[in-house]
């Protein structure tokens, strides 16, 4: 299999102006970032902002309606970029594509970044927004029984801690969790990591870089707040696994579908083959990156209805 051509220009573009994840400081990471955050062509009927009660302080968080029709279903929504990078602005045109073709609400969550904030902070701020959620339902007019929890690379890793957490309360219900390439076993020790180690945007260097600034020691790497492939899955929410086959996580990707499987949760896994990590939000210049939200958007749609 060899990388879609549509792909490579964004690479080759990429590359040309020298852009990595990783290997430098995580302030200039984020300034650069933010130079390539553009408007979303998605309009919807609403998009609210506001801040909600959390551990260390108040968190942001943003507020998508497709439609002002109350009780519709609700998707908590968490941003990747590795614990260190990303926010509302850099993810708010996924946030949109979702609510869009989900036809349902997204609450887009600005969880704490390392290394100001190392672990647990991000997943203890994506829990308690998804806990808030829950409990406020009424107030923001959504379905609390029809909650679901997405979110791509980092916001993955944060989506299937979330679920996995949610399995042991009683408050919280999440019936579908939608993993968009995954962090899920921060040891790293599988072909992938080394097969796609470099030239696809997220390096296996850069990928280290993150983990040496959310994590407080390499301990934290089995916990199953950071790595819930270590976790006990039985029981977890229903899931849509979506990898790239170009990707330095592809693998771990594959490996916790396989574990939620094994575990007895059903799982609807998909690898674009000819993909990158990050494609998913690039459909203005990648046509596959629309395929990947439209299936998406029919899990979720699919767990709705039930």
Known sequence: ?????????????????????????????????ALGNTPSPIELAEVTDRAIPGLGGDIPIRIYRPSIEPGLPV??????GGWVVGDLESHDHAARAIA?????????VEYRL?????????ADDAWAATEWVATHADELGVDATRLAVAGDSSGGNLAAVVSNLARDVDHVQVIHQALIYPVTDATCD???????????????????????HYANSPEDYTDPRYSPLFDELAGSAPAIVITAGFDPLRDQGIAYAEALRAAGV?????NFEAMFHGFFTMDSGIDV????????AAALKAAFAR
């Open 100 to 108: 869009s073709k989900a036809d349902c609400v997204v609450v887009a």
């Open 75 to 80: 998707v908590v929504f968490f941003h990747g």
């Open 289 to 296: 990156a629309s395929e990947a939200q439209d299936a998406v």
């Open 190 to 212: 599988r072909p992938s990591w080394t097969e796609n180690a470099e030239g696809y945007m997220l390096t296996s260097d850069g990928m280290t870089w993150f983990h040496s």
């Open 266 to 270: 059903e799982v609807d896994h998909i």
């Open 114 to 122: 390392a290394p100001e904030h190392k672990f647990p902070a991000a």
């Open 1 to 33: 299999m060899t990388i879609d051509p549509q792909a490579k220009v964004v690479l080759d573009l990429l590359a040309a102006i020298g852009f990595t994840f990783g290997g430098t400081d995580p302030v200039s990471l984020r300034e650069s970032m």
